[in-house]
């Protein structure tokens, strides 16, 4: 009982030992230092995490989530996340993850647009995407307000806010063959493109916004003239062929070019200010030409060779060019009229000048455009069609003073003014021809011909006769001939030389002519001394 006992007291007393203070295993040591790190890169990339947008494109061609790329300058600002299909699967839109740098880039005013291999008419673009891949590209914009949504652009745009530089506005009749990205020359340098074009709300023209680089928006000044570069300038009219091109790029993609016209002293112009797009250089550097007046002249003869757009001149000087021609019936004359509307402007003779003016209010007082054209027709004022290359066959009108022309006035009968005409120098010409013509056709050749063969019949005949008779000649008298001209030289030789120095016939005519000389002389002593001793002939000696 006893050890039961102490065996119980020792069970109910329990020794007590120390406590020893608690210390972390070493296996915690790596999971307590991956947590800090990986917290700290958390914070760091919370730190540095920048703001999310959403791209609107077409469709994802080129795209792909966590790998495509959005740069601007060829810098990484962000990276695709992800790409979702619209709910009305019109669109795509790209969840972007821009950073911390690039937080400028989310102004509402921003742009966005893939780059890819592209082949515009401003060049092939993209090329090197073919080995890295297509990337978004960006355009900061400057507004002061946010946005987390975007729209991207389908065309990369020709200009960005980097770029300096000025638009302008122009507005033409037609577009002809440019297109966006089409160059702008100054002087066949390229300063500048095309960056958008519209058709106006009317139908009537086309308005073109064009992009100049600095520095050479400087020479855009209020007058200055553009026109259309775009291909060949080719004209084949009265004038010749002319052939003119800006440079070898406009021929496949068009241009446009621009000059102010030397004699004009030009203030800048200030960006989109409008300007006209004439059809090619001679119309956009040629001098205003004011008022126009619109003439309508009938010609009876043929208008082949003459076009509309055939030039009007008076003495060399382009007054105009013919807009219209046509053919009208008269039923006063039952005849076919060839009327020809031209449009010519007064001022480039010289109408609008000061000198004109005073001479004209001397003269008429009031003088309105008919008394005008009325003084110059009573003088002799006419229109004529003139050849203006032979090549071609093409035809000009020519006005200019005939006074021997038929008196006529200025007809207002109509709503047009109606000019008198004359022939033309080659119509005169066919006239003249018909008249020598119908001349011909009146002499008798039946008649002529009749009397010209009995002639020659007749010529026949006193030929044959004169044939036969040189033969009877040649046989019957040519030997007698013969034979007396043989006696005559037989005659002829003789007498040689009878005649001969050495023949004794000649020695004895020189001594006659000695002795002959002698008594001659004798003669003349007697003679000589008779006259001066007369009585000798009675006394003698």
Avoid at 470 to 480: F, M, S, W, Y
């Amino acid at each position: 009982m006893a050890e039961i006992e102490s065996q119980k007291l020792a069970i109910s007393k329990p020794l007590k030992e120390r406590k020893r203070p608690w210390l972390p295993s070493l296996v915690w040591i790596i999971p307590i230092v991956a947590a800090v790190v990986g917290l700290t890169m958390v914070v760091k990339t919370l730190l540095d995490h920048g703001p999310t947008i959403h791209i609107t494109f077409n469709t994802a061609e080129g795209l792909e989530a966590g790998k495509t790329r959005v740069k601007y300058k060829d810098v990484n600002i962000g990276t695709v996340e992800s790409i979702k299909l619209s709910k009305d699967r019109s669109h795509v839109i790209a969840q972007i993850q821009l950073s911390k740098e690039a937080d400028s880039f989310t102004t509402k005013d921003t742009r966005f647009w893939v780059v890819r291999p592209r082949v515009a008419a401003s060049g092939v673009s993209g090329l090197g995407t073919l080995f890295s891949g297509a990337y978004i590209g960006a355009d900061g914009g400057s507004s002061k307000e946010k946005a987390t949504n975007f729209t991207g652009l389908e065309v990369p745009p020709l200009i960005t806010r980097d770029i300096n530089g000025k638009q302008y506005a122009l507005h033409a009749k037609d577009l002809g063959s440019l297109d966006i990205g089409s160059p702008v020359y100054y002087r066949r340098v390229k300063v500048g493109h095309v960056t958008a074009y519209s058709l106006d709300e009317d139908g009537q023209g086309v308005g073109l916004r064009i992009f100049i680089s600095a520095p050479y928006d400087k020479f855009i000044g209020v007058n200055t003239r553009f026109w259309h570069a775009s291909g060949f300038d080719l004209q084949l009219n009265a004038a010749g062929f002319k052939l003119q091109t800006q440079s070898l790029a406009t021929v496949v993609l068009g241009g446009v070019a621009f000059q102010t016209p030397d004699e004009m002293v030009d203030v800048p112009a200030q960006e989109n200010s409008v300007f006209a797009l004439a059809d090619n250089e001679h119309s956009a550097l040629k001098q205003p030409d004011g008022s126009s007046e619109t003439i309508l002249m009938y010609f009876n003869q043929s208008l082949r060779g003459l076009n509309p757009g055939a030039t009007v001149e008076f003495r060399g000087v382009v007054l105009g060019e013919v807009k219209s021609i046509g053919i009208e019936y008269d039923s006063q004359s039952q005849a076919l009229k060839m009327p020809v509307l031209v449009q010519i402007y007064p001022d480039r003779l010289g109408y609008s000048t000061k000198e004109y003016q005073a001479y004209l209010k001397q003269k008429y007082q009031r003088a309105n455009r008919l008394q005008r054209l009325n003084y110059l027709v009573s003088n002799g004022l006419r229109a004529q069609l003139q050849p203006g290359n032979i090549l071609t066959g093409q035809l000009y009108i020519s006005l200019d003073f005939f006074p021997k022309a038929p008196a006529a006035k200025i007809d207002q009968s109509g709503n047009r003014l109606i000019i008198p005409t004359v022939p033309g120098s080659l119509d005169a010409l066919q006239t003249q021809l018909s008249e020598i013509l119908n001349k011909f056709s009146k002499v008798p050749f039946d008649q002529i011909g009749t009397d010209l063969q009995k002639t020659l019949t007749t010529l026949n005949t006193t030929l044959t006769g004169a044939e036969q008779l040189t033969k009877r000649l040649n046989d019957d008298v040519a030997p007698e001939i013969t034979a007396m001209m043989k006696d005559a030289r037989r005659t002829l030789n003789a007498a040689e030389r009878t005649l001969s120095d050495e023949t004794p016939m000649q020695q004895d005519i020189r001594q006659t002519l000695q002795e002959l000389t002698r008594t001659a002389t004798s003669i003349r002593v007697v003679t000589d001394y008779l006259q001066q001793h007369p009585e000798a002939l009675l006394r003698g000696k």
